[in-house]
Protein backbone atom coordinates (compact mmCIF):
# COMPACT_ATOMS: atom_id res chain seq x y z
CA UNK A 1 0.00 0.00 0.00
CA UNK A 2 1.19 3.36 -0.57
CA UNK A 3 2.08 5.54 2.10
CA UNK A 4 0.59 9.02 3.19
CA UNK A 5 3.31 11.94 2.17
CA UNK A 6 5.16 13.87 5.01
CA UNK A 7 8.32 16.25 5.07
CA UNK A 8 11.71 13.81 5.49
CA UNK A 9 13.10 16.39 8.11
CA UNK A 10 11.67 19.69 9.86
CA UNK A 11 13.63 21.95 11.65
CA UNK A 12 13.52 25.20 14.07
CA UNK A 13 15.09 26.81 17.47
CA UNK A 14 13.83 26.15 20.94
CA UNK A 15 11.21 27.90 21.85
CA UNK A 16 9.82 28.27 18.09
CA UNK A 17 7.19 26.48 16.39
CA UNK A 18 6.81 23.53 13.99
CA UNK A 19 4.42 22.39 11.64
CA UNK A 20 4.38 18.84 10.12
CA UNK A 21 2.43 18.14 6.77
CA UNK A 22 0.64 14.58 5.70
CA UNK A 23 -0.69 14.83 2.72
CA UNK A 24 -3.02 12.22 1.53
CA UNK A 25 -6.04 11.56 -0.34
CA UNK A 26 -10.08 11.69 -0.47
CA UNK A 27 -9.75 7.92 0.69
CA UNK A 28 -7.90 8.34 3.55
CA UNK A 29 -7.45 11.77 5.18
CA UNK A 30 -10.77 13.51 4.03
CA UNK A 31 -13.15 10.24 5.05
CA UNK A 32 -11.35 9.31 8.42
CA UNK A 33 -9.64 10.56 11.32
CA UNK A 34 -5.77 10.93 11.82
CA UNK A 35 -3.64 10.22 14.26
CA UNK A 36 -0.40 11.33 15.25
CA UNK A 37 2.79 9.57 17.13
CA UNK A 38 5.89 10.47 18.37
CA UNK A 39 9.11 8.11 18.02
CA UNK A 40 12.44 8.22 19.52
CA UNK A 41 14.98 5.66 17.61
CA UNK A 42 15.24 2.76 19.46
CA UNK A 43 11.93 3.20 21.71
CA UNK A 44 8.06 2.24 20.42
CA UNK A 45 5.58 4.84 19.21
CA UNK A 46 3.70 7.29 21.37
CA UNK A 47 0.54 8.67 20.17
CA UNK A 48 0.45 12.08 20.04
CA UNK A 49 -3.15 13.07 18.87
CA UNK A 50 -5.95 10.93 17.79
CA UNK A 51 -9.93 11.76 15.94
CA UNK A 52 -7.51 14.68 13.88
CA UNK A 53 -7.44 17.26 16.88
CA UNK A 54 -8.17 15.00 20.30
CA UNK A 55 -5.21 14.61 22.61
CA UNK A 56 -4.66 11.82 25.16
CA UNK A 57 -4.17 12.47 28.87
CA UNK A 58 -1.02 13.26 29.42
CA UNK A 59 0.13 14.90 26.25
CA UNK A 60 0.76 18.83 26.65
CA UNK A 61 -1.24 20.97 24.72
CA UNK A 62 2.09 22.37 22.79
CA UNK A 63 1.19 19.32 20.54
CA UNK A 64 -2.25 20.27 18.56
CA UNK A 65 -3.54 18.64 15.44
CA UNK A 66 -5.76 19.54 12.59
CA UNK A 67 -7.35 18.53 9.35
CA UNK A 68 -8.49 20.62 6.00
CA UNK A 69 -9.28 17.87 3.13
CA UNK A 70 -7.09 15.36 2.19
CA UNK A 71 -4.22 16.68 4.25
CA UNK A 72 -3.59 17.08 8.04
CA UNK A 73 -1.20 18.70 10.12
CA UNK A 74 0.89 18.58 13.00
CA UNK A 75 1.97 21.59 15.07
CA UNK A 76 4.77 21.69 18.33
CA UNK A 77 4.74 24.97 19.88
CA UNK A 78 7.28 26.03 22.64
CA UNK A 79 10.02 23.46 20.94
CA UNK A 80 12.22 21.73 23.31
CA UNK A 81 15.18 19.77 22.63
CA UNK A 82 13.65 17.02 24.28
CA UNK A 83 10.87 17.04 21.37
CA UNK A 84 13.31 15.94 18.85
CA UNK A 85 11.82 12.56 17.22
CA UNK A 86 10.31 10.68 14.68
CA UNK A 87 7.15 11.59 13.86
CA UNK A 88 4.13 9.91 12.23
CA UNK A 89 0.65 10.45 10.97
CA UNK A 90 -1.57 7.69 10.03
CA UNK A 91 -5.25 7.36 9.49
CA UNK A 92 -7.47 4.26 7.61
CA UNK A 93 -8.28 3.97 3.37
CA UNK A 94 -11.35 3.20 2.66
CA UNK A 95 -10.68 1.81 -0.62
CA UNK A 96 -7.64 0.22 0.04
CA UNK A 97 -8.97 -2.01 3.88
CA UNK A 98 -5.78 -0.54 5.05
CA UNK A 99 -3.87 1.26 7.72
CA UNK A 100 -1.88 3.88 6.19
CA UNK A 101 1.30 5.49 8.07
CA UNK A 102 3.17 8.60 6.64
CA UNK A 103 7.05 8.00 5.80
CA UNK A 104 7.51 9.89 9.13
CA UNK A 105 9.55 13.15 9.71
CA UNK A 106 12.06 13.64 11.83
CA UNK A 107 12.25 16.69 14.02
CA UNK A 108 15.88 18.66 14.78
CA UNK A 109 15.54 21.01 17.27
CA UNK A 110 18.26 23.48 16.40
CA UNK B 1 -2.06 0.36 33.36
CA UNK B 2 -2.23 -0.89 29.85
CA UNK B 3 0.48 -3.32 29.24
CA UNK B 4 1.85 -4.99 25.74
CA UNK B 5 4.49 -7.62 25.83
CA UNK B 6 5.55 -8.94 22.33
CA UNK B 7 7.79 -12.31 22.41
CA UNK B 8 8.72 -14.76 19.68
CA UNK B 9 11.02 -12.89 17.95
CA UNK B 10 13.99 -14.29 16.59
CA UNK B 11 16.73 -15.13 13.63
CA UNK B 12 14.45 -17.38 10.68
CA UNK B 13 15.98 -19.22 7.20
CA UNK B 14 14.12 -17.29 4.16
CA UNK B 15 10.57 -19.59 3.47
CA UNK B 16 10.83 -20.20 7.34
CA UNK B 17 7.68 -19.68 10.10
CA UNK B 18 7.50 -17.78 13.25
CA UNK B 19 4.78 -16.91 15.77
CA UNK B 20 5.09 -14.22 17.59
CA UNK B 21 2.80 -13.52 21.06
CA UNK B 22 1.35 -10.53 22.58
CA UNK B 23 0.29 -11.15 26.44
CA UNK B 24 -2.02 -7.92 27.30
CA UNK B 25 -3.06 -6.58 30.40
CA UNK B 26 -4.60 -3.61 32.50
CA UNK B 27 -7.65 -3.28 30.17
CA UNK B 28 -10.83 -5.34 28.85
CA UNK B 29 -8.84 -7.02 25.94
CA UNK B 30 -12.09 -8.54 24.48
CA UNK B 31 -13.45 -5.22 24.16
CA UNK B 32 -10.31 -3.99 21.60
CA UNK B 33 -8.91 -4.71 18.15
CA UNK B 34 -5.36 -5.47 17.92
CA UNK B 35 -3.29 -4.67 15.66
CA UNK B 36 0.49 -5.94 14.52
CA UNK B 37 2.80 -2.63 13.26
CA UNK B 38 6.55 -3.63 11.98
CA UNK B 39 9.62 -1.26 11.86
CA UNK B 40 12.47 -2.24 9.21
CA UNK B 41 15.72 -1.50 9.81
CA UNK B 42 16.50 2.64 9.65
CA UNK B 43 12.39 2.46 7.93
CA UNK B 44 9.33 4.03 8.67
CA UNK B 45 6.32 2.42 10.49
CA UNK B 46 4.54 -0.23 8.10
CA UNK B 47 0.79 -1.58 8.99
CA UNK B 48 0.91 -5.20 8.86
CA UNK B 49 -3.13 -6.39 10.42
CA UNK B 50 -5.45 -5.90 12.42
CA UNK B 51 -8.02 -8.19 13.90
CA UNK B 52 -11.33 -7.05 15.68
CA UNK B 53 -12.30 -7.41 19.22
CA UNK B 54 -14.47 -10.68 18.81
CA UNK B 55 -11.69 -11.81 16.04
CA UNK B 56 -14.67 -12.14 13.69
CA UNK B 57 -12.87 -9.74 11.13
CA UNK B 58 -9.03 -9.54 10.41
CA UNK B 59 -7.49 -7.31 7.93
CA UNK B 60 -3.82 -7.71 5.85
CA UNK B 61 -1.49 -5.60 4.41
CA UNK B 62 -1.13 -6.70 0.75
CA UNK B 63 2.60 -7.58 1.67
CA UNK B 64 1.31 -10.08 3.93
CA UNK B 65 -1.88 -11.51 2.45
CA UNK B 66 -1.68 -15.07 2.29
CA UNK B 67 1.56 -15.75 4.08
CA UNK B 68 0.55 -14.32 7.82
CA UNK B 69 -2.41 -15.07 9.87
CA UNK B 70 -3.43 -13.10 12.95
CA UNK B 71 -5.34 -14.21 16.25
CA UNK B 72 -6.48 -13.50 19.36
CA UNK B 73 -6.95 -15.81 22.66
CA UNK B 74 -9.25 -13.51 25.01
CA UNK B 75 -9.08 -15.71 27.22
CA UNK B 76 -5.58 -15.65 28.20
CA UNK B 77 -5.08 -12.34 26.86
CA UNK B 78 -2.90 -13.09 23.88
CA UNK B 79 -2.85 -11.47 20.43
CA UNK B 80 -0.70 -13.77 17.83
CA UNK B 81 0.68 -13.49 14.87
CA UNK B 82 1.75 -16.53 12.54
CA UNK B 83 4.13 -15.77 9.96
CA UNK B 84 4.73 -18.45 7.02
CA UNK B 85 7.05 -17.95 3.85
CA UNK B 86 9.01 -15.40 5.42
CA UNK B 87 11.55 -13.27 3.32
CA UNK B 88 13.94 -10.97 3.96
CA UNK B 89 11.66 -8.15 3.34
CA UNK B 90 9.77 -9.06 6.64
CA UNK B 91 12.52 -8.14 8.67
CA UNK B 92 11.88 -5.82 11.03
CA UNK B 93 10.84 -4.64 14.90
CA UNK B 94 7.00 -5.83 15.41
CA UNK B 95 4.78 -4.05 17.34
CA UNK B 96 1.13 -5.04 18.79
CA UNK B 97 -1.10 -2.07 19.26
CA UNK B 98 -4.37 -1.50 21.04
CA UNK B 99 -6.54 -0.47 18.81
CA UNK B 100 -9.32 2.11 18.91
CA UNK B 101 -12.65 2.28 16.75
CA UNK B 102 -11.41 5.37 14.83
CA UNK B 103 -8.00 3.02 14.07
CA UNK B 104 -5.46 5.04 16.35
CA UNK B 105 -3.00 3.05 18.36
CA UNK B 106 -3.00 4.34 21.93
CA UNK B 107 -0.83 1.71 23.30
CA UNK B 108 2.23 0.19 22.29
CA UNK B 109 4.34 -2.90 23.20
CA UNK B 110 7.74 -2.45 22.97
CA UNK B 111 8.46 -4.79 20.10
CA UNK B 112 10.10 -8.02 18.93
CA UNK B 113 12.61 -8.14 16.35
CA UNK B 114 12.53 -10.22 13.67
CA UNK B 115 15.30 -11.56 11.19
CA UNK B 116 14.86 -13.20 8.41
CA UNK B 117 18.64 -14.52 6.91
CA UNK B 118 20.26 -17.23 5.67
Known amino acids: QSVLTQPPSVSAAPGQKVTISCSGTTSNIEKNYVSWYRQVPGTAPKLLIYDNNERPSGIPDRFSGSKSGTSATLGITGLQTGDEADYYCGTWDSSLGAVLFGGGTKLTVL | EVQLVESGGGLVQPGGSLRLSCAASGFTFSHYAMTWVRQAPGKGLEWVSTITGTGVSTYFADSVKGRFTISRDSSKNTLSLQMNSLRADDTAVYYC???????????WGQGTLVTVSS
Open chain 2, 97 to 107: AKTAPTFYFDS
